[in-house]
């Protein structure tokens, strides 16, 4: 016993070397940051039994929007700042369902099955603008997303609906900033076969759905077509010279990364209880775009992995941050000022780190 | 592949390529916004005199903002969104001097003295991120400026009264830790646009035949300072350091092989297009008279840049006379639009939304097509 001595230190040394390794600098980071936060909120004995629920929540409601930066990376356009093209879609489909006051999983199938086509067509438009822009579709993507953004917030102020549970008190006209799903689908995937665990509510359906979109999503990877899509984006030259059609293969990934963005709006709203719409989407890329990271993916190499990975901690801490942070520091919420430092700060290492074209 | 014209106007027999610029092409896109603006003058039926004050005092207010992304565009870095940082120095050294109790054209000099260090060691170490991310510079220095943003909170909203020492029961919140949301600069308010007043208080107001002119108020001095930064502009472009940044711009790999430090060279615009953005910011302030600390720098990078764009400058070139063109119709849009919403539509906050669609849709076309244009000129 005697001899070893030396050893523990030398294992616990050892132990974090090889776990900065395999984890990097910033996602170690962060994976502390999370413990010290859990940590702090037994010491203060806060009810962790709440903290673990919401964050499991929040987990299965951001979880399918992270999914969908999958396809672009694998093909090899890069991470989709232009999400809120597919988010819009989705919102279109939650306001047509909810202006025919469909209930429950109706509502929420409805919605979903409305915004299918539109994200398919928004994206087969978006994907033809990135086509033409190569090596900056990060930065045209932003700017499309915000301008559709602000382009749909004239449609939602003018969209002839008159149901007056979804337009303004006054005037009329317009749908509401924001609009509750209380008497539709709200909570549907949260409430199917939920039950509790050791006082911890389990959003059975919700995670349900989120795995099942990851299970789909791993099997299409495997696929031949999910193949193709990868080997365009690992290698565009081998990829063209043993015959795949690389610009069809880009354009398939930017739309089905639309499309899953439009079911994970629906999604997240059916979750969040409330449809947010006019300026609301404007910034929905980056979380994703900051989970996807957070999980290890590059500008160039993701799997579905790294996006759990991503989600789980990513989502974890900013749930958690809130009410640690407010009992600490008595008051002083740097739960928006963490998401801020967290997210883009990720994004800053990806863009500063990949390899070079 | 045959080459693709990008440009809206028609397309002349010859254009063939990177000869003689064609002015219709070079102008087309400020044309079209001056179309629009006008316009949009006619549907709202807005007084110009009211027009003529309110587009004066924007153009004070914006313009060293938007002189403050030239530079990178000359070094080949293209829009610089990390201006951000530097309205955040700015914004610093005028919470330093409003703590401090300066005031007037003192006061206000010094703040552009104090914001100058900041702005340098900011621009110092955004010039190292943005060389580490070549090809990708405008992703990176956007995401840079939210990344600083969140910095800046966590400076000013939870560091100040806990780790900076730091007492003011005027600036700060009620519980002794953070700024509040809004600082009152009534002490430099004005102060650089009326530092002439002595001279001339550069109100307009009188009638020329039976045409009513005024009110107008000219912020003389501003105007006066204005002018000295563009100068001082095409004079650094005249110089060593200023074609070492047009040869960087060019081609990295050939200013390298002729011996120019291209990462140094990159560095210095940055530097300097984060010093005159702080300046910028400054001006900006003491025109607007309070500081929404949280919010004052968040959508300057985007609105100069779309200001910048409008003028028609590219990613690639922009020059001052773009600068002036572009803060000139796109304020004018600006002010224009809320109102011929409100005249068109009944609603004014479609004219709102237009205004922000108008200002992400002109960056999103502009890039897209700079990088449409270069992807051809491979080809």
Redesign the interface.
Known sequence: MAATKEKPEQRVVGFFVAAYEQLGLPRLIITLFVLLLFVLAFIMKMDLTILIGDSLVRIGMNGVLALSMLPTIACGVGLN?GLPVGVIAGLVGAVMSMNWNLQGFAGFFVAIGIALPVAMVAGYIYAL?LE?????E???G???G??I???M??FW??APIKNPAMIFAIGG??LRYTITLDKTFAKVLNNFLAFDVLGVTIPTGLLLFFALLCVLMSLFFRSRAGLAMRTVGSNPMFAKSSGMNVRYMKMWGVILSTVLAAVGIIVFSQSYGFVQLYTAPLYAA?PAVASVLIGGATLKRATVGNAIIGVVLFHTLLTIALPVTQTA?R??D?S??????VS??M??YA???AE?? | MPEKTVSTAARPAKAGGKGGVNPLKQWSVPIFFLVLSIAGIIAAGLDINFLIHEITARFGRNMLLVLSLLIPVMAGLGLNFGIVIGAMAGQAALIIVTHYGMEGLAGFLLAAIISVPFAMLFGYLSGRILNQAKGREMVTSMIMGFFANGLYQLVFLVLVGTVIPMKNTVLMLSSGVGLRNTVDLIGLAGSLDRALDRLWNGFVMGELGNIPIGPWRIPLFTLVVIVGFCLLLSFITRTKLGQEMRAVGQDMNIAQVAGINVDRTRMIAIIMSTVLAAWGQLIFLQNIGTLNTYNSHEQVGMFSIAALLVGGASTRRATIWNAVVGVLLFHTLFVVSPLAGQRLMGIPQVGEYFRSFLAYGVIAVALALHAWQTKSENQ
């Open positions: 700042f603008i033409r822009v190569q090596g900056q990060m930065m045209v932003t700017y499309v915000f301008s953004v602000s382009a917030c004239m102020l003018l006209q317009g980056f520091l008051g002083a740097i928006e000022v963490a998401r801020m430092i883009n700060g994004i800053l863009l500063t780190r070079r074209r």
